[in-house]
């Protein structure tokens, strides 16, 4: 079986390689893998490929290329992980918000919609590529903002969905807390890329997870259900800002990271992943991978099309809940338990957002981002939008300008 890595020059690609290389030990994996990293910057690349050919060595062959059509070809898995634009551009999506008073976030938020405008387009031309090369192919997609980044792979046909660690992350504390395993709870999570929420059996049991999340009790009490904590940056935008501008973005950290991670590498040594932990990989899409390879059946909480599920959302939406996938490899959802009222409203108005986000990332003239602007739920009436439309508008402009190289 052939999987191919799109974006696989970043450093995080070795943090993979390490969550892949923990199914040494079945026998239905061991050895059966074929691996192939493709990125743009053949240097980088190589750097990378070479450690990771040393830690799935028990697991997997690997190759590098430079040419994605080489990379797809007879793929029967894809793992799509870009970033367009690269640390810098997400250090933009996160500070430019502030010229607003909002907080500046890669998937939510103004942030997250410059992130869409510039990489959807860039999206959809890989997912051109894979339906040409691997139609059939199963793909996984991690790129932010990832909700959309899977509607633009449905457009093109594709067996697509989306993988998150942020529903693993919160269900794995309240698993600890309740005892249980998290594949247990995973019926009781429903959401959207970082807009979810834990529906609990009643309100004691909710008053008793209230500390897990940093959102004001009350706030999660008129929820009903215990959100995620990317929740926050909807709930109390201004407290968020406060607390970001006196700081500097969390891409300019990961970019000292990364540069300290590439002179290692370069240098031949293994750099220390675990100063940037990458959870996505183990909790997220490993499960996903080894239900492919093994045809196991076991539940999974992925990102998938909503279809009827939540009949006040459009079919298309992406919502993440329990899944499993079947020996013929096709996503099987399960019904999703109700959500509460005031939940279900943040979800129906960010469903709303994203419907427009996406009609403004095809067809990215200022009516339609001004339109996709007002609809996002972290703008209020009192908001000020000319600057922040006017930063939305520099980045289509960018984008032309790169994409016309």
């Not at 410059?114 to 959807?120: D, H, K, P, S, Y």
């Not at 449905?154 to 067996?159: D, M, T, V």
Request: include cysteine; aromatic fraction near 4%.
């Amino acid at each position: 079986m052939k999987l191919s890595v799109i974006g696989a020059s970043s450093v995080a690609t070795l943090q993979f390689a390490s969550a892949l290389a923990t199914m040494t030990g079945d026998p239905r994996v061991g050895g059966s893998l074929e691996l192939s990293l493709y990125a743009r910057d053949q240097n980088r690349l190589r750097t990378v490929a070479e450690r990771v050919a040393a830690l799935v060595a028990d697991v997997a062959t690997v190759s590098s290329t430079t040419s994605l059509d080489e990379s797809l070809e007879g793929c029967d898995i894809v793992l799509v992980q870009v970033r367009v634009g690269g640390l810098a551009a997400r250090d933009f999506d996160e500070s430019f918000p502030h010229r607003a008073g909002l907080p500046g976030e890669e998937t939510l938020g103004p942030g997250g919609f410059a992130n869409a405008l510039r990489t959807v387009p860039v999206l959809e031309e890989i997912f051109a590529q894979i339906a040409a090369h691997a139609p059939e192919a199963f793909v996984l997609v991690l790129t932010n903002p990832a909700g959309l980044a899977r509607r633009a792979g449905s457009r093109h046909g594709l067996n697509v969905v989306e993988v998150c660690e942020a529903p693993h992350a919160l269900l794995g504390r309240i698993a600890q807390r309740r005892g249980c395993e998290l594949s247990d709870l995973f019926d009781r999570y429903v959401g959207m890329n970082h807009v979810g929420f834990y529906i609990p059996d009643d309100v004691g049991e909710l008053e008793g997870l209230l500390d897990l999340v940093p959102i004001d009790a009350n706030r999660i009490l008129e929820f009903g259900a215990l959100p995620l904590a990317y929740v926050r940056y909807y709930v109390d935008p201004q407290s968020n800002f406060a607390a970001q501008r006196a700081k500097p973005t969390r891409a300019s950290e990961l970019m000292e990271l990364e540069r300290g991670a590439r002179t290692k590498l370069e240098n031949g040594e293994f750099p220390d992943v675990t100063l940037r932990p990458a959870p996505w990989y183990s909790l997220a899409a490993i499960p996903v991978l080894r239900s492919l390879l093994t045809r196991d059946e076991e539940p999974l909480l992925v990102g998938t099309a909503n279809g009827a599920r939540l009949p006040t959302l459009s079919v298309d939406s992406t919502i993440e809940g329990v899944a499993r996938i079947d020996r013929a490899g096709r996503v099987v959802t399960s019904d999703l338990r109700a959500l509460p009222s005031t939940a279900l409203d943040l979800l129906e108005r960010h469903a709303h957002y994203e419907d427009l986000a996406l009609v403004a990332c095809h067809e990215p003239g200022e009516e339609n981002i001004r339109r996709a602007l007002r609809a996002n739920p972290m703008i209020r009436d009192d908001t000020p939008l000319e600057p922040l439309l006017e930063a939305l508008l520099s980045v289509v402009e960018r984008s032309d300008v790169a994409n016309a190289r």
